[in-house]
């Protein structure tokens, strides 16, 4: 919702909002644009009156200014209506889809076409290291956007992607999530399927061709061009993945690689190489789902990894927040257990053997509501220690799903107690990786700052 405010301004309108707990970078970045924006959810909020409200998906029956907008007659209409209304209608509309990587992958998408001089608009749940802020209007015709499954408005129970009716669709994964929205995976992948609907026949879905459940989803009705991309050898690229089909894209890696450096395989032929600041096997895969997408806007393979050599990341997305005492502190939004444990496994490529303390606050609805908890010491296996933020109304019991980790878990019942944990443990020459889909109380700042004050 601030991307979608930023573009309201930068369109030519007055925006002001509501909302809580706000927290960097968007906050900041908000008031940069000299949007209002105001804490809580009151009728005040609807004064002066608006022309319209724009209503994002935290909003629901029963809230004051809720229940005062319906009284009012005011017009309204959600985000994603309103985008799609007001900005999507002319453009050519990349969209990237899927549980994990889908705002790396987006601004990698935006970087490329800016490199060749497309100067797309963009809608980005995250701010790229490459753009001062997460959305903008850009230029005609091409719009770049993270495209989310969850629902609309307490008004439109739809998933939020079918609204933008892309040309160019990337296709991820798929786990499950959102438990607070779908009952089961099948209903995700129903939502999925929908969005592909939309697509027109002459677009193009680039998939990625290792996961079985988007391959059900293809299999549901398709009716646009396919491209399928995976990491794979290069003697596999044209032998036929388990999403149904051949692969288009791939990489070849060297062994040991920790995914900095790789050749992009169209077809099984080199035709670029990759070589950029970021680690993990799971970006090799967001980059050639980028790389593809670029190329049905028309930017060549070759083209496209060259400008991913100048990409710088995403924020909170394994972020360095600072090193203080000799200890790195990194933020990053990790919070499914494949995201957990991809993110450690990237970071682990990184510094080999030394010391990695986890620390992670289960946030989201479906971690509060414990539908991850058989499958979360695994995921956090990779750290040499582990510590789980656990207030009294979590739901469920973290020291016991921490068990299989053994000596190497601690669970903390306040931020207190957390940050006094690990003001103890920390040493010089370890890694913390503090993981949050929130601002996390501030703990990245209060630990450096603790950190500091000790060296």
Not at 209 to 238: H, Y
Not at 259 to 267: I, M, Q, R
Not at 372 to 383: F, I, K, N, Q, V
Request: charged share 20%; with cysteine.
């Amino acid at each position: 919702m601030g991307g979608v405010a930023a573009i309201a301004r930068a369109a030519g309108h007055r925006v002001s909002g509501s909302d809580r707990n706000v927290y960097p970078p968007m906050s900041t970045q908000l008031a940069a644009l000299g949007i209002e924006l105001t804490e809580g959810f009151g009728p005040e909020q609807l004064t002066p009156r608006p022309d319209v409200v724009v209503v994002g998906n935290v909003c629901s029956r029963g809230m004051p200014v809720v229940e005062a907008l319906l009284e009012s007659g005011i017009p309204y209409s959600s985000g994603p209506e309103w985008l799609a209304r007001e900005v999507l209608a002319d453009r050519w509309v990349l969209a990237v889809a899927g549980t994990h990587g889908k705002t790396t992958t987006a601004s990698m998408l935006a970087w490329i076409l800016e490199d060749a001089g497309l100067s797309p608009g963009f809608l980005i749940g995250g701010i790229p290291g490459n753009f001062p802020v997460s959305a903008r209007l850009g230029e005609l015709p091409f719009f770049v956007i993270e495209a989310d499954e969850y629902d609309t408005a307490f008004f439109d129970k739809r998933a939020k992607f079918v609204h933008y009716r892309p040309r160019t669709l990337v296709l991820n994964n798929l786990e499950y999530d959102h438990a607070d929205i779908y009952p089961d995976l099948a209903a995700i992948e129903r939502q999925f399927n929908h969005l592909l609907r939309t697509v027109p026949a002459s677009g193009r879905v680039l998939v990625n061709g290792g996961d079985a459940n988007l391959a059900r989803v293809l299999a549901q009705g398709c009716w646009s061009g396919v491209e399928r991309f995976a990491r794979a050898p290069v003697a596999d690229a044209s032998a036929g993945a388990g999403a149904g089909g051949a692969l288009q894209w791939s990489a070849a890696l060297a062994e040991d690689g920790d995914g900095s450096v790789f050749t992009v395989l169209c077809a099984g032929v080199p035709c670029g190489e990759v070589r950029w600041p970021l680690i993990g096997l799971h970006n090799v895969d967001n980059a050639l789902a980028a790389i593809g997408a670029a190329r049905h806007a028309g930017v060549t393979p070759e083209r496209a990894c060259a400008a991913l050599a100048d990409f710088s990341g995403v924020r909170r997305r394994l972020e360095l927040r600072g090193t203080a005492a000799g200890v790195r502190v990194y933020d990053d939004f990790a919070h499914h257990p494949t995201a957990i444990a991809t993110t450690l496994e990237g970071l682990r490529r990184r510094v080999g053997r030394e010391r990695i303390v986890a620390v992670l606050e289960p946030r989201s609805h479906t971690m509060r509501a414990g539908v991850h908890r058989d499958t979360l010491a695994a995921s956090l296996s990779g750290a040499d220690s582990v510590w789980l933020y656990a207030p009294a109304d979590l739901g469920w019991d973290a020291a016991s799903a921490m068990t299989a980790l053994g000596a190497r878990a601690h669970v903390a019942r306040d931020l207190e107690a957390l940050l006094a944990g690990l003001g103890g443990e920390l040493r010089a020459g370890d890694h913390a990786l503090l993981m949050s889909n929130g601002g996390f109380g501030g703990l990245h700042e209060r630990l450096l700052g603790e950190l500091a004050a000790r060296a």
